[in-house]
């Protein structure tokens, strides 16, 4: 754990001390589970169950908030089972899937989900051939219900697919009014309206929090992190954590707190349960 601030170490001792009001805000790729080429292999961390459940027992709640469908991550995570873990001690887990436009949450077991946008089908029969002018017609192409990844992780150079492919995605969706979130080697597509940062906002409304803590590791966190940091400006304790990588630092400057990996989140996260348990002692 390496704080980027004196601040950052101010604001994690704030946060300990507001812990029992807290809720904790959690990405899933690269935050509790490694980046992997398959996204359908992308399981949870071994340690997050044990480190979950005994982080529920010192704070508000905790959300996990994804781009990934919500039957996806509850199948990947186990997160049925953790929620359940949770809720025998007395608290909750909710779940964000596709950028808040989903909702799970460990008392209510039913994901509720809007119907697709309106021009992805459409945007989805231009895929094939938008791949194909830009050489990339191997991409792996995931439907996610809600929207459409463009995974450019298996290419020969990812990297050089990915910058290739980025405008003219963002040029294909805004033809079907819809919006493009980069990533880590992936071009997501999607309606417009919703993204993690409303799902912060709506976290912190609906169960009165008295503070919040953000993990993310790439683009589609940044307004997530947009959000916390208002939190802040508005007296709240807040931490912004980044799940740092050789591939992607967009959120470094933005952090309190720089981890390594999923590893050093869960790290984190124990220490944040330690110290809140004694201080509460």
Not at 17 to 39: K, M, N
Not at 63 to 83: D, F, S, Y
Not at 98 to 117: C, D, F, K, L
């Amino acid at each position: 754990m390496e704080f980027t601030s004196a601040e950052g170490e101010q604001r994690y001792a704030a946060l300990v001390r507001a812990a029992a009001d807290i809720v904790v805000g959690l990405d899933f790729d690269g935050v509790l589970s490694p980046i992997v080429d398959d996204p359908a292999a992308a399981h949870i961390h071994p340690d997050a169950r044990e480190v979950l459940v005994a982080l529920a027992e010192q704070v508000n709640a905790i959300a996990v908030i994804t781009g990934r469908p919500a039957r996806q991550a509850l199948a990947l995570g186990g997160l049925e089972e953790v929620g359940q873990a949770i809720g025998e001690a007395g608290k909750e887990l909710y779940l964000f899937g596709q950028y808040g436009n989903e909702r799970w949450s460990s008392t209510n077991r039913r994901v509720i989900s809007p119907r697709p946008p309106h021009g992805l089908a459409t945007f989805l029969r231009d895929v094939p051939r938008a791949l194909r002018e830009a050489g990339a017609a191997d991409a792996y192409v995931e439907e996610k219900g809600l929207a459409v990844a463009v995974h450019t992780r298996r290419l020969p150079d990812p990297d050089a697919a990915f910058r290739r492919l980025l405008p003219v995605f963002r040029e294909l969706a805004a033809q079907h009014e819809l919006v493009v979130e980069p990533g880590r080697n992936v071009i997501e597509v999607r309606s417009p309206g919703m993204h993690k940062g409303l799902a912060v906002e709506t976290l912190v409304r609906e169960l009165d929090a008295g503070g919040f803590l953000f993990a993310g590791d790439d683009l589609g966190d940044i307004e997530a992190f947009d959000a916390v940091a208002a939190l802040a400006k508005d007296g709240l304790p807040t931490l912004l954590v980044c799940s740092a990588s050789a591939e992607q630092n967009a959120l470094v400057e933005l952090s309190d707190v720089v981890v390594d990996g999923p590893a050093g989140v869960l790290d984190l996260l124990r220490q944040l349960t330690a110290d809140a348990r004694e201080l509460r002692a």
